[in-house]
């Protein structure tokens, strides 16, 4: 597996996951064209925010894990 996307599969929860592939978009236009192409594809997409939830809700469960570190604000 993938080093970089192993570190997006797990969040203070303890709790793990799996996916296949990991995106970091860098803007609004990256992560709508991530997002069309997963629509188009009918897979799944877990949005991964700084990993610190203790729910397990960045931790994916198949699909691709889209990673919003570059955001730094949305409108």
């Known amino acids: 597996m993938n080093t970089q996307l ?6 203070a929860s303890g709790y793990k996951g799996h996916a296949e592939k990991l995106f ?19 897979t799944p997409v877990t949005i991964s925010g700084a990993g610190t939830g203790l729910a397990g ?3 994916a469960q198949g699909g691709w894990v889209i990673s919003m570190e570059k955001f730094r604000r949305l409108e």
């Not at 192993?6 to 969040?11: E, H, M, P, R, T």
């Not at 970091?24 to 009918?42: G, Q, W």
């Open 57 to 59: 809700g960045r931790v």
């Open 6 to 11: 192993a570190n997006y599969l797990s969040d």
């Open 24 to 42: 970091i978009p860098a803007d609004e236009s990256e992560l709508s064209a991530i997002l069309a192409d997963a629509t188009k594809e009918l």
